[in-house]
């Protein structure tokens, strides 16, 4: 088992321009969650989704979208990135609450 | 709403020292309990969790962590510090209504000393 992988690692964006995450799970979990980490804030819940189809917003959803059209995979998008969303961003999905983490991307918005 | 209280951002401790640290948190109904930890560059590993049952609950590498109901808490602890130990520690709680949401504290990171 893979666990929870994540696509890219890295990556470099300039204000303005866009560009899509991608996390899948291959444990059949239902529920899956993006989140963000900045020194000091811990992690802060960005979106999640409940199972194939639903999504619903968590504590810092300004400016990021989500979708999880299979149930494997969940996808975060940025429509026009800013500076402020220069941050290391986690995948996770969870089972009877435990939940298991991605590797992380780390993205840098100039 | 649920919150979670990591006393200490940073902690410092010999090798072959305690370990000890703190989390409490806000909810009276008592919640599903997790301690993860993540090394340099890597993603958040479980730890231990509390669900129900045993208040004292050992996890992995030596760690363990008491819940006590009373004060709120859910305490790490490790009796002997080992080099390996230097990471980030999160405790986290469940979200309250029965959600899988969990609500993570801000972190601990423990850097051990030679």
């Known amino acids: 088992n893979a666990g929870v992988t994540q696509t890219p690692k890295f990556r470099v964006l300039k204000t303005g321009q866009s560009m899509t995450l991608l996390c899948a799970q291959d444990m059949n979990h239902e529920y899956m969650y993006w989140y963000r980490q900045d020194p000091g804030m811990g992690l802060r819940l960005i979106h999640y989704?409940?199972?194939?189809?639903?999504?619903a917003k968590g504590e810092v959803p300004d400016g990021y979208n989500v979708s999880r059209l299979k149930k494997q995979n969940f996808l975060l998008g940025l429509e026009s990135a800013a500076p402020s969303q220069t941050s290391v961003y986690f995948c996770a999905s969870s089972y009877y609450k435990e939940q298991f983490f991605g590797p992380g991307t780390r993205l840098t918005v100039l | 709403a649920q919150s979670v209280t990591q006393l200490g951002s940073h902690v410092s401790v010999s090798e072959g020292a305690l370990v000890l640290l703190r989390c409490n948190y806000s909810s009276s109904v008592p919640p599903y309990l997790f301690w993860y930890v993540q090394y340099p560059n890597q993603g958040l590993q479980l730890l231990l969790k509390?669900?129900?049952?045993?208040?004292l609950v050992k996890g992995i590498n030596g760690f363990e962590a008491e819940f006590k109901k009373s004060e709120t808490s859910f305490h790490l602890t490790k009796p002997s510090a080992h080099m390996s130990d230097a990471a980030e520690y999160f405790c986290?709680?469940?979200?309250?209504?029965?959600?899988?949401?969990?609500?993570f504290g801000k972190g601990t990171k423990l850097t051990v000393n030679p």
């Open positions: 986290a709680v469940t979200s309250t209504g029965g959600s899988e949401k969990l609500v």
């Open positions: 989704s409940v199972g194939e189809g639903t999504t």
């Open positions: 509390y669900t129900t049952g045993a208040t």
